[in-house]
T-cell receptor, first 119, second 110 residues
């Protein structure tokens, strides 16, 4: 299989605080992980591409100082929402792409998502 | 024009029906095609993955790719209420970002 976990699954925080979300590939190595944001009834919006050992690549319009990404190992990427505000409330989903192995190198496997509510 | 077009639905069918979900795309560089299923408040789950024109079958699911027409389909046979979810098509060029369709909301009524 190709299992990706996320922690926490949901979080409520006060405005101005920082929140860290972890994304782990449990049974495969992932050189590349991705962070998405999803609003209700909408498709996934790519925020950034996270590469192990290097800086993340952010999509246009995504503030890199607000959404800090660290890809510390081949199985772990973290997203930190700094100084969170109510407009940051959303569903955040990570995905991972295999480093090697079978013929599905272009496929992304998704985590279960983290629901963030900023009060 | 969006790179990937997908009818958002909603689509409602009776249990046991054959469901046809479709996406069209404009970028001829796309080589890899995926279908994901997403239940409410959950992350997308990979259903089918293909990188060539033709059909690929997995149980009740069949993915079809027609690169000449830039058209992909997902067929669900003998649909069940548990198939009720949003279905997302996604595609990419080699090493490129995954581009998603808007998602089709499917409801299978008992």
């Amino acid at each position: 299989g190709a299992v990706v976990s996320q922690h926490p699954s949901w979080v409520i925080c006060k405005s101005g605080t920082s929140v860290k979300i972890e994304c782990r590939s449990l049974d495969f190595q992932a050189t590349t992980m991705f962070w998405y944001r999803q609003f209700p009834k909408q498709s996934l919006m790519l925020m950034a591409t996270s590469n192990e050992g290097s800086k993340a690549t952010y999509e246009q319009g995504v503030e890199k100082d607000k959404f800090l990404i660290n890809h510390a190992s081949l199985t772990l990427s973290t997203l930190t929402v700094t100084s969170a505000h109510p407009e940051d409330s959303s569903f955040y989903i990570c995905s991972a792409r295999r480093t090697s192995g079978r013929g599905d190198l272009e496929t992304q496997y998704f985590g279960p998502g983290t629901r963030l509510l900023v009060l | 024009q969006k790179e990937v077009e997908q009818d958002p639905g909603p689509l409602s069918v009776p249990e046991g029906a054959i469901v046809s979900l479709n996406c069209t795309y404009s970028n001829s560089a796309f080589q890899y095609f995926m279908w994901y299923r997403q239940y409410s408040r959950k992350g997308p789950e990979l259903l089918m993955y293909t990188y060539s024109s033709g059909n690929k079958e997995d149980g009740r699911f069949t993915a079809q790719v027609d690169k000449s027409s830039k058209y992909i389909s997902l067929f669900i046979r003998d649909s069940q209420p548990s198939d009720s979810a949003t279905y997302l098509c996604a595609m990419s060029a080699r090493g490129g970002k995954l581009i998603f369709g808007q998602g089709t909301e499917l409801s299978v009524k008992p």
